[in-house]
C-alpha cells in the first residue's frame, strides 16, 4: 500500500531527470503495406511488420490502427491488426471519405513497451 502511494512520485522523478532514458523508443523497425494502390475509399487493408534490429520478426504484439482526417471534424475511424504470420498484422479500416488520411499505429510489444507510428495516406479517391 505505502509503495503505490508512492509510485506516482518516483515516476515524476524519473520522468523529470531522466527522461531521454526512459522516453527512447524501442529498437524495432516498423513497415507497412497498404492496399489497394493508389488508395480509395472504402475498405483498406493496412499489413504492418515489425522487426528487432537484428532483422527478427517480432510476433505477440498488439497493433492497434485509427484512422483520422487531415481535417477537423470527423470521428476516428478504428480496427485491430491481426496477427497472421509471425511479426506480421494485417487490419481494416473503413476510409469513408476520400482526401488525406493519417493513420496513427498503436503496438504493444509483448514486453509491453509501447510505441507508436503515424502513416500518411495521401490523395485517397
Ligand atoms: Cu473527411
Given at each position: 500500500?505505502?509503495a503505490r502511494?508512492?509510485?506516482?512520485?518516483?515516476?515524476?522523478?524519473?520522468?523529470?531527470?531522466?527522461?531521454?532514458?526512459?522516453a527512447?523508443p524501442?529498437?524495432i523497425?516498423v513497415q507497412?503495406?497498404?492496399?489497394?494502390?493508389?488508395?480509395?475509399a472504402?475498405?483498406?487493408?493496412?499489413?504492418?511488420?515489425?522487426?528487432?534490429?537484428?532483422?527478427?520478426?517480432?510476433g505477440?504484439a498488439?497493433?492497434?490502427?485509427?484512422g483520422?482526417?487531415?481535417?477537423?471534424?470527423?470521428?476516428?475511424?478504428?480496427?485491430?491488426?491481426?496477427?497472421?504470420?509471425?511479426?506480421?498484422?494485417?487490419?481494416?479500416?473503413?476510409?469513408?471519405?476520400?482526401?488525406?488520411?493519417?493513420?496513427?499505429?498503436?503496438?504493444?510489444?509483448?514486453?509491453?513497451?509501447?510505441?507508436?507510428?503515424?502513416?500518411?495516406?495521401n490523395?485517397v479517391?
Amino acid at each position: 500500500m505505502i509503495a503505490r502511494k508512492k509510485l506516482p512520485l518516483f515516476c515524476l522523478f524519473v520522468f523529470a531527470f531522466a527522461c531521454q532514458k526512459i522516453a527512447k523508443p524501442p529498437d524495432i523497425a516498423v513497415q507497412y503495406e497498404i492496399a489497394p494502390q493508389p488508395p480509395r475509399a472504402g475498405t483498406t487493408t493496412i499489413d504492418v511488420r515489425l522487426t528487432d534490429k537484428n532483422g527478427v520478426p517480432v510476433g505477440g504484439a498488439r497493433v492497434d490502427l485509427e484512422g483520422n482526417m487531415s481535417h477537423a471534424g470527423m470521428a476516428p475511424v478504428n480496427g485491430e491488426a491481426k496477427e497472421i504470420e509471425t511479426g506480421k498484422y494485417r487490419g481494416t479500416l473503413q476510409l469513408t471519405m476520400a482526401g488525406d488520411w493519417i493513420v496513427l499505429v498503436h503496438i504493444a510489444l509483448p514486453d509491453g513497451q509501447k510505441l507508436q507510428r503515424q502513416i500518411e495516406i495521401n490523395g485517397v479517391r
